[in-house]
């Protein structure tokens, strides 16, 4: 039986805008921005701006 680890992603801080919202967070080493589009753009608006560093994230997720 093989077990799957989950990745740690958190969000601390959240800026709304217009038709949007900018994501930012912390995140373990190896997440990657793959897993924060899977994880947070939206199912049919999408995203944009994906990136992962030093343990931090952002992305921007559309909303409308």
Do not use: N
Not at 30 to 54: P, S
């Amino acid at each position: 039986m093989e077990t799957q680890t989950q990745k740690r992603i958190e969000v601390t801080h959240r800026e709304p805008g217009y038709a949007h919202v900018r994501l930012q967070g912390t995140c373990f080493s190896d997440v990657t921005v793959d897993d924060i589009i899977r994880e947070f753009y939206h199912e049919y608006f999408g995203g944009r701006e994906a990136w992962v560093r030093d343990g931090r994230w952002g992305c921007v997720v559309h909303t409308d």
